[in-house]
């Protein structure tokens, strides 16, 4: 009787937990199977932040008299290094501080990611987190749903830290630098007060990664209530996050570029079977021709005026994305007929 006993608890205990386990692994670092770290130059990204306000944190959050050069917060980096294109070249964000970045156009929900935020890890493993939030109109923010499974008894220390990127989820710098950690619209289309197809603001908000018990007033939780470690604290000003960049998926295409002078000209537009690209003299750019669940149907580089023979392509909406050396791209909405 009693080994029947056992045998049920065990089969109970193994039907609750190890679903637990197996559901609290989430993707792996960059480059390993079943990762979703982006790199800066796929070209599922389309568009990047324009224009970035940062409200610096403490090198120290729990003692402020920490200082680094004279300073008692972070102040590595300037707000223009979160613009453009992910090229590591970063603002430090301090303990809670906060980087406020604004796109035009707005990014948009669409099929899978819609963005993905850049931080600068050296490694798969020292990892500095954030919370991401949205606003669609600068002034309401959501925040996504964020889980952290890394133990929470013992600080992770700024020498020899060490985060497992399998128990971070939809938090920012769950990638090393250049790779960016994606985040997926759907995931709050539940939330009141913001349209998911004119999110015109992203803020970072550095995760302070304190779990001291003394210190609890510090301490920042994820969404299931877990305190949140990494490595913590860093004694410089390049201390808290670290924003490289934050690429688009999905823009609004209706914004696109309103009321902006473009570089490129394209005609016609309607077009039927043949589509007219005009660059300026001298300029390079890469040509991609994306359609609207984000598939790349052409993916050409460009360093004259040209004519395109689009016959084969089928009647529809697309998008023509053009980058240039520098890193800026310009966007055009066009129509096949």
């Known amino acids: 009787m009693k080994n029947h006993l056992l045998r049920f608890l065990l089969q109970c205990i193994t039907i609750i937990y190890l679903p637990l386990f197996t559901w609290a692994q989430f993707p792996p670092p960059a480059g390993q199977p079943g990762s979703t770290a982006i790199f800066k130059d796929s070209s599922i990204l389309i568009n990047w932040a324009k224009t970035c306000k940062a409200e610096l944190g403490y090198i120290n959050i729990a003692d402020t008299n920490v200082n680094f050069a004279g300073s008692n917060k972070a102040n590595y980096g300037i707000e223009a290094d979160a613009l453009g294109i992910a090229d590591d070249h970063v603002i430090s964000l301090g303990d809670a501080g906060i980087a406020t970045l604004s796109f035009d156009p707005p990014i948009s929900n669409g099929a899978g990611f819609d963005f993905a935020v850049f931080e600068n890890g050296f490694n798969d493993t020292f990892l500095e987190l954030g919370f991401v939030e949205v606003s669609s109109d600068g002034n309401r923010y959501v925040r996504f749903p964020s889980v952290s499974l890394t133990q929470d008894t013992v600080q992770i220390p700024f020498v020899g830290g060490s985060v ?110 043949q589509l007219r690209v005009a660059i300026p003299e001298g300029c390079k750019v890469v040509f991609h021709l994306v359609n609207i669940l984000g598939g790349i149907v052409t993916n050409e580089r460009l360093d004259s005026s040209t004519l395109i023979e689009m016959t084969s392509l089928n009647p529809g909406i697309y998008l023509a994305q053009f980058t240039f050396q520098d890193g800026r791209m310009e966007t055009h909405k066009i129509i096949k007929q």
Request: charged share 20%.
């Open 164 to 273: 497992d990127a399998t128990k971070i989820n939809n938090l920012a710098g769950k990638y090393r630098a250049l790779y960016g950690t994606p985040f997926d619209l759907d995931d709050i289309k539940d939330s009141s007060g913001i349209d998911l197809t004119n999110i015109t603001h992203v803020r970072i908000r550095d995760v302070a990664g304190c779990i001291n018990d003394t210190l609890l007033v510090y301490v920042s939780f994820d969404t299931q209530g877990h305190r949140i470690n990494d490595p913590w604290p860093i004694p410089y000003n390049t201390a808290g996050f670290d924003l490289d960049a934050v690429g688009v998926i999905h823009e609004n295409s209706s914004a696109i570029f309103e009321g902006q002078k473009n570089i490129v000209d394209i005609y016609p537009n309607p077009f039927q079977n």
